[in-house]
């Protein structure tokens, strides 16, 4: 079943994966949260690549959790701000968060 097939599904879970099911779009609301709104700064923060970030960004705007708004018109580039949608998900990512470091701690190399 395709990822697209699930938005008919009787679990919210499984229609929220539809939506935010991959590690590209969590972190770019990751860095929503943390204050990035600009292509090129989550580009640099994420190492995705233009082509994935693009199409990204283009469906957490159809899907209301980004608004674009232009700050330059020569050349045009946008902002992408969360909507109210979009800051509902902070909790959730919070979580992840939060079990992210409890569960899998950064392993340092010891310096002996």
Known sequence: ??????SDNWCPVART?????????LLILRDCLLGLSRF?????????????LADRLKRLVEAGILV???????PKRYDYILTEKGQEL??????L?????KHLPVRRASTS
Do not use: C
């Open 1 to 6: 079943m395709k990822w697209s097939e699930l």
């Open 17 to 25: 994966l539809s939506v935010l099911g991959d590690r590209w779009t």
């Open 40 to 52: 090129e700064q989550f580009a640099e923060s994420s190492g995705m690549t233009r082509h994935i």
């Open 68 to 74: 674009r708004n232009p700050y330059s018109e020569a």
């Open 90 to 95: 902070a909790p959730a990512l919070m979580t």
């Open 97 to 101: 968060r939060d079990w992210g470091k």
